[in-house]
């Protein structure tokens, strides 16, 4: 069964106190480890989709990178515009093809980003 | 941009009736989704839809569910009888193949009482 673990559950950081999430997850064969940001009340807004260990994705002040064991989502001099639950995702290759291509996700990082 | 647009934003409903949630993926998507996320808890996969059938569908995704695409621009969720424990955020999402990240709707909050 697919695992997706993240840590910390909560982080408060200030404004531009740069910091890092961590994602670890188990699954039979990577396809790909994706990245959202959920707001409250809202639907995961897509960020990044990592395919291999030692890619890199860029965006803003967000980036994300992906190893064999875990991704980690690196912030970089956050805003408050920033603070929202970020999600961790992943596509198993037993589960994809055939038209599916179903997302175990983990719990979530709530980020808040204090003025 | 091209946006997943659920209705209706939020539902109440008594234990045992049925409920449609309603959805409108993006116009060339080829792949559909529903999830659900329990309140406090993790976003849960139900059922994905390509090309008019279901191509996989969890545990949760019982007898009690069903998904149609009645008219090409539509996607809907049918629960038959809820229960107290559907109550629940449902997500519509919609892809146009697995390289891609989904686009989610903003979701239909259920609330069975």
């Known amino acids: 069964e697919d695992q997706v673990t993240q840590s910390p559950e909560a982080l408060r950081l200030q404004e531009g106190e740069s910091s890092s999430l961590n994602c670890s997850y188990t699954?039979?064969?990577?396809?790909?480890l994706f990245w959202y940001r959920q707001d409250p009340g809202k639907g995961p807004e897509f960020l990044f989709t990592?395919?291999?260990a030692g890619e890199e994705k860029e965006k803003e002040r967000l980036k994300a990178t992906l190893t064999k064991k875990e991704s980690f989502l690196h912030i970089t001099a956050p805003k408050p515009e920033d603070s929202a639950t970020y999600l961790c995702?992943?596509?198993?290759?037993?589960?994809?093809?055939?038209?599916?291509?179903?997302?175990?996700f983990g719990k979530g990082t709530k980020l808040s980003v204090i003025p | 941009e091209p946006e997943v647009t659920q209705t209706p934003s939020h539902q109440v409903t008594q234990m045992g009736q049925e409920v449609i949630l309603r959805c409108v993926p993006i116009?060339?998507?080829?792949?559909f989704y529903w999830y659900r996320q329990i309140l406090g808890q993790k976003v849960e996969f139900l059922v994905s839809?390509?090309?008019?059938?279901?191509?996989?569908k969890s545990e949760i995704f019982d007898d009690q569910f069903s998904v149609e695409r009645p008219d090409g621009s539509n996607f809907t969720l049918k629960i038959r009888s809820t229960k107290l424990e559907d109550s629940a955020m449902y997500f519509c999402?919609?892809?146009?193949?697995?390289?891609?990240?989904?686009?989610f709707g903003s979701g239909t909050r259920l609330t069975v009482v």
């Open positions: 999402a919609s892809s146009e193949g697995g390289d891609y990240g989904y686009t």
């Open positions: 699954v039979s064969g990577l396809r790909g």
């Open positions: 990592l395919y291999s």
């Open positions: 995702a992943v596509q198993d290759i037993a589960y994809s093809g055939a038209g599916s291509y179903q997302l175990t």
């Open positions: 116009s060339n998507h080829l792949y």
């Open positions: 839809f390509y090309n008019n059938e279901i191509s996989e």
